[in-house]
């Protein structure tokens, strides 16, 4: 079976992965001509690192992140509300880490480079269509870097991992919007000291008034004990223009909303003002689609399940995806239409779930929950609003829907 990829991001790669693995061969197309360490950080939640684990990675990765120990959420007056241990610390088999998003892809890539081969990994194609016959596949590309035609490639199956922007799926749904409800984000990264544990994963506000979230990817810096803070900005406004993803963001577009967050265990003003890089993307994803499969063609990670960058779970769909993915065409017997619906059948309904739950009910919620009941006013006592048994709730709500609660990880 002739297998191709369309896209070289943590989906694409991770299912080549798994292919390999399952001694399938394929070949992967990826749009940038140089892949290099791009982005700011991202968390790796016990079932990514259950997938990465299984791939041989875990090792490298906790070499360059940092695990987790807690979750700790306050208010916008740096009250505390509600904090839960994470990953090992939790009782999971698997830690929680933080990770600059580069240095997992540059990982990923360069596992696949040394198990798949230089020559099963293209770069600087982009991907412009696909054709599909009884006989195979025909996929379409251009030279990213010179804009000019690349010769067609034939499959027996093509798996679309190009992203949220996903050229494969605009065929399929050549109508389709993205979702944008008003709330625009900024990412950035500061050199900063240790906050709280060091290994402390931080929600702070709500965005309807302002939301930050904030933790460690790399540890000592320097030899003055700095780690690299990852941080993420986020508000909600009516009639607000969405933000774009092809530049910088500047801080003077949101500083403002957090002058006043000096808290006695830290100035977020000041960590927003001494950020090294600032990133802005829109928050949006895309309602659920009722197939992902069409004939030779499916659709993976982003590309099939667009989803709001909450809960850290976008990369953790995408490597079940891969993997599960992988088992069905392994078991398809050179059967991959077959192999491509029955993935579609296990991880379409599953991912729209997440997909609604992070517009809905996302982790942030019990902050969102406890400005409602507060009037968006600080309070006297937490747990004169409400307990910390309903707010435990709220939290493994979101982890079963997500599917990394405590048994569900050893279930399997």
């Not at 740096?78 to 240095?103: S, V």
């Not at 979230?213 to 941080?231: A, R, S």
């Not at 069409?294 to 891969?322: E, K, W």
Request: aromatic share 8%.
């Amino acid at each position: 079976m002739k297998i191709a990829i369309v896209g070289g991001g943590i989906g694409g790669l991770s299912l080549a992965l798994a292919l390999h693995q399952r001694g399938l061969a394929c070949d992967v197309y990826e749009t940038v001509p140089e892949v290099k360490e791009l982005g700011v950080g991202i968390t790796l939640l016990p079932h990514a690192m259950r997938e990465l684990a299984a791939l041989g990675l875990q090792a490298p990765i906790e070499a360059v992140g940092i695990e987790n120990e807690e979750s700790v959420f306050f208010n916008r007056f740096g009250q505390f509300i509600y904090k839960e241990p994470r990953g090992r610390h939790a009782g999971y088999d698997l830690p929680e880490i933080g990770i600059p998003r580069g240095k997992l892809h540059r990982l990923l890539y360069e596992a696949a480079l040394e198990r798949l081969g230089a020559a099963a990994i293209h770069t600087d194609h982009r991907c412009t269509g696909v054709d599909q016959d009884d006989s195979g596949a025909a996929v379409h590309f251009m030279q990213t870097s010179s804009g000019t035609a690349l010769p067609g490639v034939r499959a027996d199956v093509v798996i679309a991992c190009d992203g949220v922007n996903s050229a494969v799926r605009r065929q399929f749904y050549p109508d389709e919007k993205l979702a944008f409800a008003g709330i625009n984000t900024w990412r950035g990264v500061t050199r900063h000291q240790p906050i709280l544990t060091g290994k402390s994963y931080m929600r702070i506000g709500a965005i309807d008034t302002g939301k930050m979230v904030i933790y460690p990817i790399v540890d000592q810096l320097d030899g003055e004990g700095h780690q690299l803070i990852n941080w993420v900005a986020e508000i909600q406004q009516s009639n607000a223009a969405m933000n774009d993803w092809n530049r910088e963001g500047d801080r003077k577009d949101f500083l403002d909303i957090f002058k006043d967050w000096r808290f006695p265990w830290l100035d977020v003003a000041a960590l927003i003002a001494n950020a090294e890089q600032i990133l802005e993307y829109p928050m949006v994803d895309k309602d659920p689609v009722p197939q992902w499969t069409f004939g030779r063609v499916t659709l993976l990670g982003d590309a099939a399940h667009p989803m709001y960058p909450r809960g850290s779970n976008g990369s953790a769909q995408a490597l079940i995806d891969g993997r599960t993915l992988a088992e069905q065409l392994a078991a398809a017997g050179g059967d991959g239409r077959a192999a491509l619906l029955a993935y579609e059948k296990l991880r379409l309904a599953p991912t729209a779930n997440i997909v609604l739950t992070n517009r809905s009910v996302p982790p942030d919620f019990i902050n969102i929950k406890v400005d409602e009941l507060s009037g968006g006013k600080p309070f006297a006592n937490i747990d004169d609003l409400i307990s910390q048994q309903a707010l435990r709730e709220i939290s493994d709500h979101y982890k079963k829907v997500a599917g990394f609660s405590l048994e569900a990880a050893r279930a399997g």
